[in-house]
């Protein structure tokens, strides 16, 4: 046994039914329904209230002329009596029978009477006989109407006023309007009912469909890819649903760029408190190691000047000087490192003054005297009287000649030239230029070195001593001063390095 299941089709009535609460649903739709409605019903009700008029006036035409054949008729007949009122007496009744004349008054072209029978037009007036127009007088509750015919229109030498029964006009006007009525509810409903079904799809559907996009998304705001909408058509709506569907791609795009950024803001949040951990540490570190370090250069130093190599073994003596140099060196280090912790948590401060850097630079060559010697370099320092004068901070200044000036002898070999010239600039600037011959840098060497413990792996730089801490310095030194850094290298070919100081910058 094979038992099917056929699924129904909703019925005209439940589909009526489902399109009316969705509509109800949607205010604008029901508003747009019901103005729909009653525009109908207004353009109806004028077309009734015209159509009434007319089709009592018809009505009236229509009594009208079968009264006016029938009084031809008679005056016709009566015409052919020697007895003309008699006559008009006697045929009158017989041929009215079953007619809405109902009385009838014929006078001569002077006004008189001649003759009549039936019930006789007492709204008519002897003045309004003999005029050459057909008037009329319609009493007041509208069952009888009274007319004056002119000769013309009665065909004849006479002029005819005449009673109509007009009562059956009032009912026939009443039915009429009840079947009217009936037809503009029956095509109002129709027109109606059958605007809900377009509205439905052309308005309500895509509109529901946009709605439910859009509360959609304002509940899952972080997934706007969901929400897409599709929507055929060429109309506006479609318009406003691609305008969505562009909306919900930007939203897709803002929020995908504003995760990245904040996936961005935490690395750098991350990086930020380790640089931050790592100053800490290393300024900890070094105020701890100084203490230790310069007891052992201490006591170094004064094993250096209390004995010598009668008293102590010349290799003891050796040792301490080793002790000695390496305590200094490594004080050094820590220095610069304590330096760079210093300047990168904001805590150095510049004392400016007015300076000649011509003067620190033949400080800074002279406290090398002993390393250029050893090399045999040769320095070519500007004169002192053209170099200037500068505002900034004199110790800072001596400290980045220092380290620019330690690199080009470090990697300069022996027997070369070192130039450190001043130059200034039209604008106020002062660039403090060291140039030497050395084994020089690539450009992505160059961006090695400026990071803090960046080291260029070449044969030269490997054989000498460094941290990578010596140019990161001179940078940021000069950034305290409002100044900048500038290296020009060519591998194999030596260095140039320029250091800008503004003016006035080192007051700020």
């Given at each position: 046994?094979?038992?099917?299941?056929?699924s129904?089709?909703?019925?005209?009535?439940?589909?009526?039914?489902?399109?009316?609460?969705?509509?109800?649903?949607?205010r604008?739709?029901?508003?747009?329904?019901?103005?729909?409605?009653?525009?109908?019903?207004a353009?109806?009700?004028?077309?009734?209230?015209?159509?009434?008029?007319?089709?009592?006036?018809?009505?009236?035409?229509?009594l009208?002329?079968?009264?006016?054949?029938?009084?031809r008729?008679?005056?016709?007949?009566?015409a052919?009596s020697?007895?003309?009122?008699?006559?008009?007496?006697?045929?009158?009744?017989?041929?009215?029978?079953?007619?809405?004349?109902?009385g009838?008054?014929v006078?001569?072209?002077?006004?008189?009477?001649?003759?009549?029978?039936?019930?006789?037009?007492?709204?008519?007036?002897?003045?309004?006989?003999?005029h050459?127009?057909?008037?009329?007088?319609?009493?007041d509750?509208?069952?009888?109407?009274?007319?004056?015919?002119?000769?013309?229109?009665?065909?004849?030498?006479?002029?005819?006023?005449?009673?109509?029964?007009?009562?059956?006009i009032?009912?026939?006007?009443?039915?009429?309007?009840?079947?009217?009525?009936?037809?503009?509810?029956?095509?109002?409903?129709?027109?109606?009912?059958?605007?809900?079904?377009?509205?439905?799809?052309?308005?309500?559907?895509?509109?529901?469909?946009l709605?439910?996009?859009?509360?959609?998304?304002?509940?899952?705001i972080?997934n706007?890819?969901?929400h897409?909408?599709?929507?055929?058509?060429?109309?506006?709506?479609r318009?406003?649903?691609?305008?969505?569907?562009?909306?919900?791609?930007?939203l897709?795009?803002?929020?995908?760029?504003?995760?990245?950024?904040?996936?961005?803001?935490?690395?750098?949040e991350?990086?930020?408190?380790?640089?931050?951990?790592?100053?800490e540490f290393?300024?900890?570190?070094?105020?701890?190691l100084?203490?230790?370090?310069?007891?052992?250069?201490?006591?170094?130093?004064?094993?250096?000047?209390?004995?010598?190599?009668?008293?102590?073994?010349?290799?003891?003596?050796?040792?301490?000087?080793?002790?000695?140099?390496?305590?200094?060196?490594?004080?050094?280090?820590?220095?610069d490192?304590?330096?760079?912790t210093?300047?990168?948590?904001?805590?150095?401060?510049?004392?400016?003054?007015?300076?000649?850097?011509?003067?620190?630079?033949?400080?800074?060559?002279?406290?090398?005297?002993?390393?250029?010697?050893?090399?045999?370099?040769?320095?070519?320092?500007?004169?002192?009287?053209?170099?200037?004068?500068?505002e900034?901070?004199?110790?800072?200044?001596?400290?980045?000649?220092?380290?620019?000036?330690?690199?080009?002898?470090?990697?300069?070999?022996?027997g070369?030239?070192?130039?450190?010239?001043?130059?200034?600039?039209?604008?106020?600037?002062?660039?403090?230029?060291?140039?030497?011959?050395?084994?020089?840098?690539?450009?992505?060497?160059?961006?090695?070195?400026?990071?803090?413990?960046?080291?260029?792996?070449?044969?030269?730089?490997?054989?000498?001593?460094?941290?990578?801490?010596?140019?990161?310095?001179?940078?940021?030194?000069?950034?305290l001063?409002?100044?900048?850094?500038?290296?020009?290298?060519?591998?194999?070919?030596?260095?140039r390095?320029?250091?800008?100081?503004?003016?006035?910058?080192?007051?700020?």
């Open positions: 046994m094979t038992i099917s299941i056929v129904q089709q909703p019925g005209l009535l439940d589909r009526l039914t489902l399109t009316l609460s969705n509509l109800r649903a949607c604008l739709c029901w508003r747009i329904t019901i103005s729909i409605f009653a525009a109908i019903l353009a109806e009700a004028a077309i009734l209230f015209f159509s009434i008029q007319r089709f009592e006036q018809d009505r009236l035409y229509e009208e002329r079968e009264s006016l054949v029938l009084t008729a008679i005056i016709r007949e009566a052919h020697d007895d003309f009122a008699a006559a008009v007496a006697a045929i009158g009744p017989r041929m009215r029978d079953n007619s809405v004349l109902l009838i008054q006078f001569d072209e002077a006004g008189r009477r001649l003759a009549g029978f039936g019930v006789l037009p007492d709204q008519v007036k002897d003045s309004d006989v003999g050459a127009v057909t008037k009329y007088f319609r009493s509750d509208g069952s009888v109407q009274d007319l004056i015919w002119p000769q013309r229109r009665t065909r004849s030498d006479y002029l005819v006023a005449a009673r109509i029964d007009t009562g059956e009032g009912p026939q006007v009443t039915a009429f309007i009840w079947r009217i009525i009936g037809l503009v509810m029956l095509i109002s409903v129709v027109v109606t009912v059958v605007a809900m079904f377009v509205l439905e799809r052309l308005l309500l559907n895509p509109l529901l469909q709605r439910n996009g859009l509360s959609a998304l304002s509940q899952d972080e706007p890819a969901r897409r909408l599709s929507m055929s058509g060429k109309d506006e709506l318009d406003v649903t691609n305008s969505f569907d562009v909306l919900t791609a930007r897709e795009s803002a929020l995908l760029e504003i995760e990245q950024q904040n996936s961005r803001l935490r690395i750098k991350v990086a930020e408190q380790a640089n931050k951990n790592r100053s290393l300024s900890n570190m070094t105020h701890e100084r203490t230790p370090l310069n007891s052992v250069i201490g006591f170094s130093e004064v094993i250096k000047t209390q004995f010598t190599s009668e008293t102590v073994d010349p290799q003891a003596l050796e040792y301490v000087e080793e002790i000695y140099q390496g305590g200094h060196n490594l004080l050094g280090i820590i220095n490192i304590l330096e760079l210093r300047i990168e948590a904001g805590s150095v401060s510049i004392q400016t003054e007015e300076i000649c850097i011509g003067d620190i630079a033949q400080s800074c060559v002279n406290f090398f005297r002993t390393s250029i010697e050893d090399k045999q370099i040769e320095i070519n320092l500007q004169q002192r009287e053209t170099w200037g004068l500068v900034a901070d004199p110790q800072l200044i001596r400290q980045i000649i220092l380290k620019v000036l330690s690199n080009a002898i470090k990697f300069s070999p022996s070369s030239q070192v130039e450190i010239s001043g130059l200034a600039e039209a604008n106020g600037c002062l660039s403090i230029i060291v140039e030497d011959n050395g084994i020089g840098m690539s450009d992505e060497e160059i961006l090695i070195a400026l990071e803090p413990f960046g080291q260029v792996d070449g044969s030269l730089s490997r054989s000498n001593d460094g941290t990578g801490l010596g140019l990161p310095l001179v940078k940021l030194l000069l950034e001063h409002g100044g900048s850094l500038d290296i020009q290298s060519t591998k194999g070919a030596g260095t390095v320029s250091m800008l100081l503004r003016p006035g910058a080192g007051n700020s």
